[in-house]
C-alpha cells in the first residue's frame, strides 16, 4: 500500500566549492637604474588582487596580479626605498555542476615570504600567496510535512530555519581625485596604501539594497625623493550603492559583504611638483544573502495502526541565522625594540587578520590577532621596520541554546599608538566587527513510507479499553504505537495535554 506524501521545500544557500589555489612566487631581479642601491632590506610584501572572476559552465577562472613591495634602506641619505614588481596570476577551480546562479567570492591570503639581498642592486624573493574560493548558490531543501493515510500516524516537530530569500553580487567602481591639502608637504612618490570598506547603514526595499559607508583610504608618501622625507595621510570617502538583489524586502534579515577586489592609488599629475591631489581608482564587490526565518514541520517518526511499515529516515541539516552583531574592539600589544631605541614612528598599520569562533557553554568566543607593521625612527634617526601581533577577544550576545554555530567576520581596524619608553611602544588596534551568527542544526527526519498489506498488525478487538500502568516520564507515543491507537485517542480518554507522563498510574487505552 503506498501512502500519499505530501513535501515541501524551501530556498537555501548552498557551499558548492571551498578550495584554495596557491600560487608560488619566485623572483630574481635587480633594482632599476632609477633606484639608488640597497644598504638594508626593511621589508617584503606580496600585494595580490583580484582583475576578474568568471564563471564559464562548471569552471570558476580567476585573473589578477601580484604586486611584489620591496621596502629597503637606501646606502646614501640612509631613507626608506620602495621597489615594485608586478606578475600576473590566473587560476581555475572546476564546480561540480554549472549554473547560472553560482556566486563566488574570491579573497587572497599571503602564505610566506623570503627575500635576501645578492647584491646591493640585487634581490632573490621566494615566496606564495593562496586564492581562496568559496562559490554559493540557491538550491531547495525538500522535507515531508504530511502523510495522508486513515491508519497513519505522526509525530512531528516544529523547527526554525532561515529561508534564502534572495542572492546577489554586483561589482561597482569608486573611482576619487583626493587632497591632501595644505600644511602638508606635496607628494612625490606614494610609498605604501591601505583600503578598507566599513558599512554604516544598510536599507532593503523591493529587490533592491541600498548601502551606505565609507572607504578609508590610508597613505604613506614621500615629500621629498631626494632625502626620503616622508609623511602620512588618511582619507575617509563616502560609499553610496544601490544593489540588485532579487527577492530582498523590507521584512528580510540580510548578509551583506564588500570585498575590495583591486585598488590604484597614483598621483593626480606627476610634473607638478607643488600638486597635492591623488586618485584613487578602485573595485570593490558587494555579495547579498537576504533571509527570512520561519518554522516548518517536520515528521520524526510514523507508524501504522493497521500494517507493519517499511520507514526511511534520512538526516537533514538545517540552517538558521541567529543575529547580525557590530562589535567595536580594542586589541592590545606592547613593542619592545631589544638592540636599539625608538624616537619616532614613521608609519603603523594593519598588515593581516586572522580569527576563529568557539561556542561553548552557551558562550559565543571570537578570538583573533592583528599583525601590524610599524616604521619608525632609531635613537640615530635611521628607519627600521618591526611587527607585531595585537590579539583580542569578545563574546558577542547570542542566544543559549544553540547547536553548531558559525560566523561571518569582517574586520576594519584603525592602529593607534604611543610610545611608552625609550625602547617601546604600545600598539592599539581600534576596529568595528561585523558578525553573521549562523546556528546549523540537524535531525532524522521521515522520508518515504510504505505499507506492508500482507504484514498486518495484531490488534485486541475483543476489548474496547485496555488499562495500562504508565511509569513516570513515559511517552503517549510509544504507549499509543503499543497497542495500536493515536496519541490523540489517549489524551481525550484520559484528560491528557502532556506528551509524557507525569506520574506513574493507571491509563485507560481505547482500542
Known amino acids: ?46 600585494c595580490p588582487s583580484v582583475t576578474s572572476k568568471n564563471i564559464s559552465g562548471d569552471r570558476l577562472d580567476v585573473d589578477g596580479t ?28 572546476n564546480l561540480k555542476d554549472s549554473s547560472q546562479e553560482f556566486i563566488p567570492v574570491v579573497r587572497l591570503r599571503t602564505e610566506y615570504l623570503n627575500c635576501r639581498a645578492l647584491s646591493p642592486r640585487r634581490v632573490d624573493i621566494h615566496g606564495a600567496f593562496s586564492v581562496c574560493a568559496v562559490v554559493y548558490k540557491k538550491s531547495w531543501q525538500e522535507y515531508c510535512c504530511h502523510i495522508d ?30 587632497d591632501i591639502g595644505q600644511g602638508k608637504g606635496s607628494p ?6 591601505e583600503l578598507n570598506i566599513h558599512l554604516h547603514d544598510s536599507r532593503a526595499v523591493s529587490d533592491k539594497l541600498m548601502l551606505k559607508g565609507e572607504a578609508i583610504l590610508r597613505i604613506l608618501y614621500i615629500t621629498d625623493i631626494e632625502t626620503g622625507t616622508q609623511d602620512t595621510m588618511t582619507f575617509h570617502i563616502p560609499i553610496s550603492q544601490v544593489i540588485d538583489v532579487q527577492g530582498i524586502t ?5 548578509e551583506i559583504r564588500v570585498d575590495v577586489l583591486s585598488y590604484d592609488v597614483s598621483l593626480k599629475s606627476e610634473y607638478d611638483e607643488s600638486s597635492t591631489l591623488i586618485t584613487l581608482d578602485a573595485r570593490l564587490c558587494a555579495t547579498v544573502c537576504a533571509y527570512e526565518n520561519k518554522d516548518i514541520e517536520i515528521i520524526d517518526d510514523v507508524y501504522s495502526t493497521a500494517y507493519e511499515l517499511d520507514v526511511t529516515q534520512k538526516q537533514t541539516g538545517m540552517t538558521r541565522l541567529v543575529c547580525m552583531a557590530e562589535e567595536k574592539i580594542a586589541a592590545q600589544s606592547e613593542v619592545t625594540i631589544t638592540d636599539g631605541t625608538i624616537t619616532k614612528i614613521i608609519d603603523i598599520w594593519s598588515d593581516s587578520v586572522s580569527s576563529m569562533s568557539v561556542y561553548e557553554n552557551n558562550t559565543l ?4 590577532k592583528i599583525n601590524c607593521g610599524i616604521f619608525a625612527l632609531d635613537g640615530d634617526g635611521v628607519p627600521f621596520y618591526s611587527e607585531r601581533a595585537a590579539e583580542f577577544s569578545v563574546n558577542p550576545d547570542v542566544p543559549d541554546g544553540l547547536i553548531d554555530v558559525k560566523t561571518h567576520i569582517t574586520l576594519v581596524p584603525a592602529i593607534g599608538f604611543r610610545i611608552t619608553g625609550s625602547n617601546s611602544i604600545e600598539i592599539t588596534a581600534d576596529s568595528v566587527m561585523n558578525i553573521a551568527v549562523f546556528e546549523n542544526r540537524s535531525c532524522r527526519a521521515v522520508t518515504e513510507v510504505e505499507a506492508a498489506e500482507d504484514n ?5 478487538k475483543t476489548a474496547a479499553l485496555t488499562l495500562y500502568y504508565a511509569d513516570e516520564g513515559e511517552s503517549l507515543w510509544s504507549i499509543a504505537r503499543r497497542y495500536c491507537t493515536s496519541v490523540e485517542a489517549i489524551r481525550m480518554e484520559n484528560d491528557l495535554s502532556e506528551d509524557c507522563i507525569k506520574a506513574r498510574g493507571m491509563l485507560l487505552i481505547p482500542m
Not at 79 to 93: D, N, Y
Not at 456 to 460: A, E, G, L, S, T
Open 365 to 368: 568566543t571570537i578570538k583573533g
Open 456 to 460: 498486518k498488525r495484531d490488534k485486541d
Open 250 to 254: 523590507e521584512q528580510t534579515e540580510n
Open 66 to 93: 601580484a604586486v611584489i613591495r620591496l621596502y629597503y634602506l637606501d646606502s646614501k641619505k640612509q631613507a626608506i626605498r620602495i621597489c615594485e614588481h608586478t606578475s600576473p596570476f590566473s587560476c581555475s577551480f
Open 188 to 193: 612625490e612618490s606614494i610609498l605604501r596604501s
Open 1 to 46: 500500500m503506498e501512502y500519499q506524501m505530501k513535501k515541501e521545500k524551501y530556498p537555501v544557500c548552498e557551499t558548492v566549492l571551498e578550495a584554495a589555489s596557491e600560487q608560488p612566487v619566485d623572483l630574481d631581479f635587480s633594482l632599476p637604474d632609477y633606484c639608488p642601491d640597497m644598504e638594508r632590506i626593511l621589508k617584503c610584501r606580496i
Open 149 to 178: 493515510g486513515d491508519d497513519i500516524q505522526q509525530k512531528k516537530h516544529q523547527e526554525q530555519i532561515s529561508s534564502l530569500c534572495g542572492i546577489g553580487q554586483q561589482q561597482f567602481s569608486l573611482s576619487e581625485v583626493l
